[in-house]
């Protein structure tokens, strides 16, 4: 268990967010609020979405295959 543990306050912009994924390599980033109480969780694609051009996302491999048959 980590005693500090990596987390965004509810009013961090997403900027912040996408750079916390990057620099610590997260999937998911705990929103807290200001007297650290878990509000919720932003993937690190949704964090993401603002910092990665449209035209680059489209050229990205999609990581999940669903096989219909």
């Given amino acids: 268990m980590h005693k500090k543990v990596v987390s965004a306050n509810v009013m961090e ?3 912040t967010l996408a750079q916390l994924v990057a620099k610590y390599n997260l999937l998911t980033v705990p929103i807290v609020d200001d007297e650290n109480r878990l509000l919720g ?3 690190a694609d949704d964090a993401l979405d603002k910092i ?3 035209a680059w996302k489209k050229r990205l491999p999609r990581f999940y295959y669903y096989d219909r048959g």
């Fill in 13 to 15: 912009n997403q900027d």
């Fill in 41 to 43: 969780m932003v993937t």
């Fill in 52 to 54: 990665i051009p449209t």
